[in-house]
């Protein structure tokens, strides 16, 4: 099972999305019911719900890059430590997620919006699981689990 504790750290959020935590919960029983995956573990994470300002100040601190990003992602295992603690523990704290708004409202309507941000957490959320997207044979692996969990909260 998938857990997210969602901060809203700014309130401009709640213009795009009127309860940021709801939806999430939402996706997540979805998500939980339909994949096989974890079903014996409690995998928790957080999703900090940020602006620019905020998200270039941590991309300037962990990543060395001055600009915002539309997402940041930080998982707290490399994937064969987490799949190994995921046979020893039921409990797992995986890492965490910002996304910017700023670059998710750009989207011209409600439905591009959140699409948009359900492509944006699930993607920080198959990094947080271990996958990276450094070569192509990554990118395909990871893409296709992306499309499998979005599949999953439709």
Known sequence: ??????ILKSINWTKYI????NLIDRK?????????????????CSLL??????????NKRFRNQNKPTDILSFPFHEKKQLYFKIK?????????????????KNK??????NLEFN?????GLVHLL??????????????????KFLKYID
Do not use: C
């Open 18 to 21: 009127k309860n940021p935590k």
């Open 108 to 113: 011209l309507n409600k439905t591009q919006f």
């Open 28 to 44: 997540l029983k979805l998500l939980n019911k339909k994949n096989k995956l974890f079903k014996k573990n409690i995998l928790n």
């Open 88 to 104: 020893k523990q039921k409990e797992i704290y995986v890492g965490d997620i910002i996304i910017n708004l700023d670059k998710v």
């Open 130 to 147: 271990g996958y990276k997207h450094k070569s192509d044979r990554d990118f395909y692996t990871m893409n296709k689990i992306e499309k």
């Open 119 to 123: 492509k944006l957490w699930i993607h």
């Open 1 to 6: 099972m998938i857990k997210i504790n969602v």
């Open 49 to 58: 719900l940020a602006q620019s300002s905020e998200i270039k100040k941590l």
